[in-house]
């Protein structure tokens, strides 16, 4: 019974991913570009507010 409900997910699987819209070459390029582009500014955005708190942390450390 465990072998057969395996195939048969397996079986839907494959029935599923035909059924699926693939985007175009340029489509993924574009996206793949905004993915990364998103990334990077998320990364400038994080490592400014961390320098920020840790020059703020530094600074307190030195009034003490």
Do not use: H
Not at 27 to 42: N, S, W, Y
């Amino acid at each position: 019974m465990a072998k057969n409900s395996l195939i048969r997910y397996f079986t839907g699987s494959f029935s599923e991913l035909r059924k699926v819209t693939w985007p175009t070459k340029n489509q993924a390029i574009r996206l793949t570009a905004i993915v990364l582009g998103f990334c990077l500014f998320m990364a400038l955005v994080i490592g400014v507010v961390d320098g920020v708190f840790n020059a703020g942390y530094k600074y307190i450390l030195t009034l003490s």
